[in-house]
């Protein structure tokens, strides 16, 4: 047995020992109500060309049951994607949730001087049933870049003259080191952080770039509002675009930890992404309307993500963490050393390549104490387990799978086996991540 890379911490939450799960059929028991907050989650449009009315209607269903309440939708000029928009608002109508929808007006695809675009689609969705509105009936609009498209006034102009109140949500890159956000666009509604997701160094994720936004801002809290993001992690690996961001140290569940530590100063989270497949940023299921060239998210799936965020966007909602009613284990991991050399990629190692760890990450949601045995090829280590959120790391090694058993009591209470390879020979590389949960 080698305990070489191996760590672990633990959250104390609320926990039970019972091995019965929820009656929502959850590994977890939600406390309290939601105080306003809003949970969304950002959807390439693009992404999408394949899609059936049923299938936005599953993953709706998908992503409410994980606490999820709106897609962002960010769309092109494509002629078939105003269709997949018609359609993603109707299934949201349909689909029994009460699910929302709004509009990312992305400025790295959208004409920046394009009107028509925004006053179209506003005046196409103001009124439907399944539109993002606040409580006083304002249609939230939000954008990624596009600060330097239109002067204050112009976008007043472009976005109030439809008939329909707006919030006004934006990501705008402008500088603010001299000028506040809303000293540089009064008329918007609230201040979006779209990088706030993964550290921008080589460093574990702290709430600094958040807290400098937040006092950037310029806000007033409420009716204006906060929303900031979360993701599992962040890889490209396309010709002229091929990088990392650091992804390391548990980061979805970490952030997600202080996005509830902070969530006074928060009022809406943006789970990015839902299918941006190209980043790897995706937590809903894997598509078939990938760009071309993207060669590393088949296998590598990232729907366990999604179910750990239902137990944390509850607890962002709420104030209060769930009750952990059944055990629950989740794991993931990187296909290859990132010291490896890949025998057959062009593209070579992905900026920051070495801002990483060959390491397996573990969350273990646990209803009490115990010992978590993990296996990955030559590579293993026992654990002691507390109740609550138990946080591991595992040395990465040669291997077609990892199984975990966790033991309580002299009894074995699970024993999963997750789809996490691992070689020392890749072909191509991929920074991408495999993640597995059970039960």
Request: net charge neutral; charged share 15%; proline share 3%.
């Amino acid at each position: 047995m080698t305990s070489s890379s191996t760590t672990s911490t633990t959250t104390s939450t609320t926990a039970t020992s019972t091995q019965s799960t929820s009656t929502n059929g959850l590994w977890y028991q939600t406390n309290g109500s939601n105080t306003g907050k809003v949970i969304i989650a950002h959807v390439i449009v693009g992404n999408t060309y394949s899609y059936t009315t049923q299938q936005w209607i599953n993953e709706i269903k998908m992503a409410s049951a994980q606490g999820i309440d709106a897609f962002a939708l960010d769309f092109g000029y494509d002629s078939w994607q105003a269709g997949q928009m018609d359609s993603a608002y109707d299934a949201a109508s349909s689909s029994g949730t009460g699910f929302k929808m709004l509009l990312s007006l992305d400025f790295t695809v959208l004409g920046c001087s394009d009107n028509s675009i925004i006053t179209t689609n506003i005046n196409k969705y103001k009124n439907h049933a399944a539109q993002l509105k606040d409580s006083s009936g304002n249609m939230w609009v939000q954008t990624f870049d596009g600060g330097s498209c239109r002067s204050d006034s112009q976008w007043n102009s472009v976005l109030r003259n439809n008939g329909i109140g707006i919030k006004f949500v934006p990501a705008f890159f402008n500088d603010e080191t001299n000028t506040k956000m809303k000293d540089m666009f009064p008329s918007i509604n609230g201040d979006f952080l779209w990088g706030g997701a993964w550290p921008k160094g080589n460093n574990v994720l702290d709430w600094s770039e958040d807290d400098y936004r937040i006092s950037r801002s310029g806000l007033s809290r409420p009716p204006d509002v906060y929303m900031t993001t979360v993701s599992p992690l962040f890889f490209v690996h396309y010709s002229g675009r091929n990088s990392i961001w650091r992804s390391d140290d548990h980061l979805y569940a970490r952030r997600w930890e202080d996005l509830f530590s902070h969530r006074a100063l928060v009022d809406a989270v943006q789970i990015v992404t839902w299918n941006d497949y190209g980043e790897s940023t995706y937590i809903g299921p894997i598509g078939k309307d990938m760009p071309s060239g993207t060669n590393w998210v088949t296998g590598f799936d990232h729907t366990p993500f999604l179910q750990m965020t239902g137990y944390y966007a509850w607890a962002f909602k709420t104030g209060q963490y769930p009750t952990i009613t059944s055990d629950k284990i989740f794991f993931w991991g990187r296909p290859h050393s990132k010291g490896a050399s890949a025998s057959n990629d062009g593209l070579g190692k992905p900026t920051n390549w070495d801002w990483t760890s060959d390491s397996l990450w573990i969350v273990l949601f646990s209803t009490g104490s115990g010992s978590l045995s993990v296996t990955m090829g030559s590579s293993s280590s026992t654990f002691g387990v507390s109740a609550g959120v138990n946080k591991f790391t595992l040395g990465l090694a040669q291997a077609s799978s990892v199984t975990a058993k966790l033991t309580r009591n002299g009894v074995q209470v699970f024993s999963v086996q997750g789809a996490v390879t691992y070689t020392g020979s890749p072909s191509q590389y991929n920074w991408n991540y495999a993640a597995a949960a059970g039960p």
